[in-house]
Every structure is written in structure tokens, then in C-alpha cells.
């Protein structure tokens, strides 16, 4: 096993039904297109991808086949939590060859070894609402999966932020129960990070010790600071973020822009 982790986070790609023209002005399959084309060409290429929730807008299994129908072409693998516009029993039913998914049970959270960085993905979705949870059994199965490799250093992700972001507007929206994570990470020093999405928005910030971050979704990377509603925010070039775990030196998180704002960031 290297000492080096390198991983790409996408988030909120929201793809709609083959041919639908979705809630928002933008072309989200145009922009998910791009989004793995942008992946493709980073040397060294990643180990692996995470998507951290909102796959897709209704949560239906054909909204999931256009997903991964689109994903196809991405070199290296890929591994989802649910967001909030994402129904479990369709993704499930829709990933039933990713082995990592749990096949039962309440939730849809994991545990991704065979690498430097141990990666925890956790189901914080709440059905029906936009905001997130993550209850007392959430937080026992963490504790447990931290408890039982407490030198592995581990990189925490999920669709809700447990953080706030400072605008009112998204504030209503972020993960209920953060306090209880905090205690966690807290008591678990071996989370060096933990990454989100949701917010549709590049956010970093220093969260009990550790480095916690929001990326913005490929379509719609909205301007930090503004209080606005999503379809009138202001916008920033499109991207997505990188993730460099290295033994000597830590987490490095970086962004990596798609299309003419410049070519995809440097890893190493």
C-alpha cells in the first residue's frame, strides 16, 4: 500500500429523466458531461471518487440509470451517499453491484478500506426534508467504525454540512444532531477531515479540530456570501474538489475547474 490518497468529491449533480429540463435554467447533464471529462484528464488520476448525495432531482430509478449512464465514461470508480432528493430503496436498487452499499437495514452508510486514508460515508438524510440528521443510531454505528481502528487515519463524508455557512438562507438546511458528531470527532483523533455537499457552494472552515468543506455542484457552484435563493444567486466558475491524503503532511483539499477556467488543478 502507497502512503498517498488522492480522491475527486462531486456533489448535487441533480439529473433529471433523459430529455426533462429539470427545476433550474441549467444544463446539469451538459455540466456532469464536462464534470467527468475534467476527472479524466487529472495525472495522477484519482483512486476513486466520492459523490456526496443528490444525485438525482426526484429520486426515481430511471433518474438513477441516466445517473450512471453518464457517469459511465469516468476512469476510476465511484462511490454515492443519498442527499437529500434521493430516494434509498431506488438507489439501492439502482447500485445493487456496488458491493459497498449495505444490502438492508435503516440506512445507507459505509466503510471504505484498501487505502492510506480510511473513508467513512454516512447517511444523513432525512426523507421528505432538505435538511439532515444524523440520529443516535447514526452516531453509535460512527463511534463504533472509528472505536475499532483508532490509528487508521480517517476522512469523514456526507451530504449534510454539520457546520454553518453564515447565510440564513442555507443555515435552516445543514444537519440536525451536529453537537453529537462533534463529540465523536472529538473523541475520535484519528478524523483528520470530513467533506460535504448540499450547499452548492466551495465552504472550509476549521470544525472541532479538524478541516470540514462543502463543494459546490458541477451546474450551479453558487457565490459564497449571498443570501439569495438558488436560482437567482450569483455564480462561480464551475468545479469540483480534490482530496490529497499524504502520511508526512496530511489532508490537502484544493479546487480542480472544469471547461475554459482553466485546466483541472495539479494534484501532486
Known sequence: MTRLTILAQISDLHIGLPGASGRGRRDRVAALRRCVAAINTLRPR??????????????????????????????????????????????????????????????LHYVIEGHPLRLIGLD?????????????????????????????PTLLFLHHPPFLDGIQFWDVLNCRNADGLAAIVQRHRQVVGLIAGHLHQSI???????????????????????????????????????????????????????DGFGAPAPTV
Do not use: K
Request: charged share 20%.
Open 46 to 107: 484519482p483512486d476513486l471518487v466520492l459523490v456526496t448525495g443528490d444525485l438525482v432531482d426526484d429520486g426515481v430509478v430511471d433518474e438513477y440509470a441516466h445517473f450512471r449512464a453518464l457517469m459511465a465514461p469516468l476512469d476510476a470508480p465511484y462511490y454515492v451517499i443519498p442527499g437529500n432528493h434521493d430516494d434509498r430503496d431506488a438507489l439501492r436498487a439502482a447500485f445493487a453491484d456496488h458491493a459497498y452499499l449495505p444490502r438492508d437495514g435503516a440506512f
Open 204 to 258: 472550509r472552515r476549521l470544525w472541532n479540530g479538524v478541516m470540514a468543506s462543502s463543494v459546490p455542484a458541477p451546474a450551479q457552484a453558487l457565490a459564497l456570501a449571498t443570501r439569495q435563493p438558488e436560482s437567482r444567486a450569483p455564480l462561480y466558475p464551475p468545479f469540483f474538489h480534490m482530496h490529497e491524503w499524504d502520511a508526512p503532511t496530511g489532508l490537502t483539499s484544493r479546487p480542480a475547474f472544469i
Open 124 to 152: 444523513s438524510i432525512i426523507p421528505g426534508r432538505a435538511r439532515g440528521e444524523l440520529c443516535g443510531e447514526r452516531l453509535a454505528w460512527l463511534d463504533a467504525q472509528l472505536h475499532g481502528a483508532p490509528e487508521r
